[in-house]
């Protein structure tokens, strides 16, 4: 499926409604450039859960651990993991399995170790069509 923006608003409230509709154990991987979105777009998502408090990126922690919401929502940074090992270390495989909603960025890096049932996301620009336009592509694994 793929959804189209031209505002950070309206990249929010696909967020969102990806948010409203997650089930326990849903598991997002999300993928774009510097500055595309991601950050937007999580924050969306995160207020669909329910989520009331600030979400930001985890920046000096691998994960970050929301349970404000209607789910539990553990958001993933992997930009900065040296070895898919580091992710045992934080607990992945429990995050992951549980009942929570985890989003994941940077999600390539850590690929032979995504579980095969996800939900993927990537943002894309494309100045030909503005400045502000972003195309979201989400795609079901299985
Ligand atoms: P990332 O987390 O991917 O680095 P951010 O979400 O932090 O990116 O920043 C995205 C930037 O792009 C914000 O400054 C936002 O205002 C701007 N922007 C412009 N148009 C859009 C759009 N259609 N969707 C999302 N963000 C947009
Ligand atoms: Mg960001």
């Known amino acids: 499926m793929v959804i189209e923006t031209n505002s950070p608003e309206e990249t929010f409230r696909t967020g969102k409604e990806l948010g409203e509709k997650a089930v326990?154990?849903?598991?997002?991987?999300?993928?774009?450039?510097?500055?595309?979105?991601?950050t937007v777009f999580t924050q969306g998502l995160a207020k669909g859960l329910g989520i009331e408090e600030p979400v930001?990126?985890?920046?000096?922690?691998i994960v970050q651990v929301y349970d404000g919401g209607r789910l539990p929502f553990y958001h993933f940074d992997v930009?900065?993991?040296g070895d898919v090992e580091e992710m045992d270390e934080v607990g992945f495989?429990?995050?992951?399995?549980g009942d929570g909603?985890?989003?994941?960025?940077?999600a390539?890096?850590?690929?032979?170790?995504?579980?095969?049932?996800?939900?993927?996301?990537?943002i894309e620009k494309d100045?030909?069509?503005g400045?502000?336009?972003?195309?979201?592509?989400i795609d079901q694994t299985r």
Not at 101 to 106: A, D, M, N, P
Not at 131 to 137: L, N
């Open 24 to 38: 326990p154990g849903q598991v997002f991987t999300l993928t774009g450039d510097l500055g595309v979105g991601k």
């Open 56 to 61: 930001n990126s985890p920046t000096f922690t």
């Open 79 to 81: 930009y900065r993991i």
């Open 93 to 97: 495989e429990d995050y992951v399995m």
């Open 101 to 106: 909603v985890s989003l994941i960025e940077w």
């Open 108 to 122: 390539n890096l850590i690929e032979e170790i995504l579980p095969e049932k996800r939900t993927d996301i990537l």
């Open 127 to 129: 100045l030909e069509r």
């Open 131 to 137: 400045f502000d336009y972003r195309r979201i592509t």
